[in-house]
Structure formats: C-alpha cells, structure tokens
C-alpha cells in the first residue's frame, strides 16, 4: 500500500525492491518518528509531503568509497591496457550516489589509457537521487571514503580544502553526471565500460531481470561489465557473459 502510495504520489517505483530490506528502512522512519502504524505513517505523508523526500533518501541507500574493492580496479586495468589503451571510451558507472565510484573509474582511466585517448573519453554517471548527484559535482569528501586511496593517487588527483578532500578539475572534467533511474528509464547505448554495484542487491530477481536486460542493450559485444561481489547475472544473460579473472564481478561480454 505505501510503496503504492509513494509511487502515485512521486513516480518512485519501490514495489519491485527487496521487500525485506525496504520495509526495514521505512521502519527506520517510523521508529525515528514515534509513529506506531503503517497507516499513521501514510497520513503524516498527507500532511506534510517533504517526508516524501526524507523516505526517499533513506529508501535509497547511498553507501560507498573510492576503489571499493580495490582488486576490481586493478583487474579493470590491466584489461584496459590489454586491449584498449589508445581507445576513446564511452564509460557508465550506474548508481554512483555521491560520486566516489565514478572518479575511481575517472583515475584509474587516467593511468590506463593514452593521453588522446583519455582527453576524449566521457564517463557518464548516473543515479535515481538528484540531491546525491549534486554533491557528488561538488566532488568533496571525508577521510573515511578515501581508505583505498594510496598516497600517490591522493596526491595526484585530490586537493585540501577545509578538512575535506576535493577531487581536481581534471577529473572532475571526465565525469558527466545526470539522473537516471534504472527501472524506468531507457538507459545509455554503446558503452564499453559498465559499472553497476551494489544496485541489484536491493531488487528482487523480476526486476534484476528487467533491468539487467537494460544493462545488456547498453554494453557493446566485448565490453566489460563490473556488478557488485554479491551480485551475479541473472540466468537468461550468463551464456553472453565470461567472466575476467577469477573472482566473478567482472564479465566480458561475448562478441
Ligand atoms: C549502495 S549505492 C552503490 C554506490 C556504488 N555503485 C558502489 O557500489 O559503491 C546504490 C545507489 O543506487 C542508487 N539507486 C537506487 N535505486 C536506483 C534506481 N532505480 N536507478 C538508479 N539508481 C538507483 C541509490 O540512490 C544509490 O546511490
């Protein structure tokens, strides 16, 4: 009913979430709020609809850090050198909240590729959440996100500002951010790097299918696609999918 409510009155569409972990947020909320009830909780929204916007950013979790993972980036690197060095790319990190994935992929570019090639490559950073897509331009960020950072790429491409870590303008520069939602929106065609973590966890398997089928339209054959380490291909994909490397969250996709 009040996912329901959320998507008549926003155009947010929860329905097709894990159940389980978005009920747990949206308690989250109640709890926060002392409100005892479901029905409660769906009036208080009547009355005072900016916790439309305070639910929604709860609903959508925004958890990250540069290179998480880091062993992905490293595998990431020595298949760009491999293979595409002096390639113009057309990259998409998918669901990049507050922008620390995108500049990884925006650095980690920065070493791998020739200087022709990176000057012309775009990396397209998209999200559901508008307000984390502005403080993901702002590119300002704590200490604790910059745990995998080493010390030479911390000092290539970050500055000091006020107690927080600003990624540079050249970096920056590589990164175009919009908004995007996934589950409705047609997404990006003719990319060769597709980043998309830790999305499909939220989802139930329908729409994992639903959308990986987006995700496949949008990857050129031979691309590589990065999903999360607890995200897997949904069967009707796998044929079209090898993976790189051992640990299964990079794929190539078959030409
Ligand atoms: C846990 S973060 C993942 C950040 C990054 N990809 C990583 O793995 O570190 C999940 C992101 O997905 C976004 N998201 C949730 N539903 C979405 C949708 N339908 N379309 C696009 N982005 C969505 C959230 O706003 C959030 O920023």
Redesign the pocket.
Known sequence: MLLEKIYNERGW?FRN?KRSSVMRRVSKRLMLLDIPSYGEYSGLLDRDPSEYDRLFAN???????FF?EPEVFDRLCDAIKENWRDKVLKVW??????G??AYSIAMLLAECLSLEAISNTKIFA????PE?LDAARKALYRDESLKNVRPDVLDKYFTRTDGLYKVKYGIRNLVKFGV??????PSISGVEVL?????F??FNKPLQAQ?FEKLDYSLKPGGLLVL?KAEVIPPLFAHKYAPVGTRLSTFRKRT
């Open positions: 569409d979430y609903l959508t979790i925004k958890v990250s850090e998480r990190c998918c669901g990049c909240g507050y620390e994935e998209t999200d559901i959440d984390a995007l939602d996934i589950v409705r929106s980043f998309c973590r830790n999305l966890i939220y959308v999360g």
